[in-house]
């Protein structure tokens, strides 16, 4: 069955970049909408980002700009690409998508997929 899987994360000094991704594990499959949320111990889960194939993403208010989200078509992924990050940004970062593609051969879909987290630490 198809899965998502979360790359990208690691260590990143405040006002740097860094750039996630979320692909399914069946390259037969494609995300056509998606969230991207983050946590942090003792938070709720919170939503950073929503995007839909052919549609403009939309974006929580403390992203103030910074984030982009967008679909690359040649590594099948949907990516979150970070600038000037804070310490505030330091969290997980999970991914949940709906997806298309192929399950035995015919064609299917399954919505709201998690993808495992990757963890994000800016720090100096």
């Known amino acids: 069955q198809v899965q998502l899987v979360e790359s990208g994360g690691g260590l990143v000094q405040p006002g740097g970049s860094m750039r996630l991704s979320c692909e399914p594990s069946?390259?037969?499959?494609?995300?056509?909408?998606m969230g991207w949320y983050r946590q942090t111990p003792g938070s709720r889960r919170e939503l950073v980002a929503r995007w839909a194939d052919g549609s403009t993403a939309t974006y929580s208010d403390f992203t103030e700009g910074r984030f982009t989200v967008s679909k690359d078509n040649a590594r099948n992924t949907v990516d979150l690409q970070m600038s000037s990050l804070k310490p505030e940004d330091t969290a997980v970062y999970y991914c949940?998508?709906?997806?298309?593609?192929?399950?035995?051969?015919?064609?299917?879909?399954?919505?709201?997929?998690w993808g495992q987290g990757t963890q994000v630490t800016v720090s100096s």
């Open positions: 949940n998508a709906d997806v298309s593609g192929l399950n035995d051969g015919h064609y299917s879909s399954t919505v709201g997929l």
């Open positions: 069946l390259s037969t499959w494609s995300i056509y909408a």
